[in-house]
């Protein structure tokens, strides 16, 4: 790695006790490498949820950061298939960004979908995300498909209570 800080470089390194002792000495918990990419991101590469929730504690920010193929962090997370950093990540803000595309118009899920993550897919589904936005997952990867299928039957079923549930209420208010 050409021109990496010791911080960035310990991030990719997965080395918490230099990140900590180079954060608590001043280094920005934000700082970005020439690519775009932040510390936050390399330790997100490094599948350190140690060091992501420390650089988050220390106000690493989480939504909107993208890298120089505008893939969020999230994105990066749900690639790598960390279900933990996902998970932590969407505890804290990166809800904003899970049904945000990269350039190459691939989101949050159909990565983790496409790279066979299927812990990281149920995490998504968890946090709602959008599924009838990637209809076309094209992953092979038949849990993972029976498992969106599943929550999208779910999702058909619950909207057509909430209309008769409505129509109900709304024959109450006629009378």
Request: proline residues 1%; neutral net charge; hydrophobic residues 35%.
């Amino acid at each position: 790695y050409t021109n990496m800080s010791q911080l960035l470089t310990a991030a990719t390194e997965a080395n918490f006790q230099e990140v900590k002792r180079l954060v608590e000495s001043g280094d920005d918990v934000n700082e970005k490498h020439d690519d775009g990419r932040t510390v936050l991101h390399y330790a997100v590469s490094a599948n350190s949820l140690k060091i992501v929730k420390y650089l988050v504690e220390h106000g690493a920010e989480v939504i909107n950061l993208h890298t120089h193929g505008s893939d969020t962090i999230l994105f990066l997370a749900c690639e790598k298939g960390n279900e933990s950093i996902v998970d932590y990540l969407l505890q804290n803000g990166a809800t904003k960004d899970i049904n945000k595309y990269g350039d190459d118009r691939v989101s949050p899920l159909s990565i983790a979908s496409e790279k066979g993550h299927t812990a990281v897919v149920q995490t998504l589904l968890k946090y709602n995300v959008d599924m009838r936005k990637d209809k076309q997952l094209v992953c092979g990867n038949e849990e993972i498909i029976n498992i969106i299928n599943w929550e999208l039957k779910k999702s058909i079923k619950y909207r057509k209570k909430l209309k008769e549930l409505k129509a109900l209420d709304n024959k109450k208010l006629t009378k």
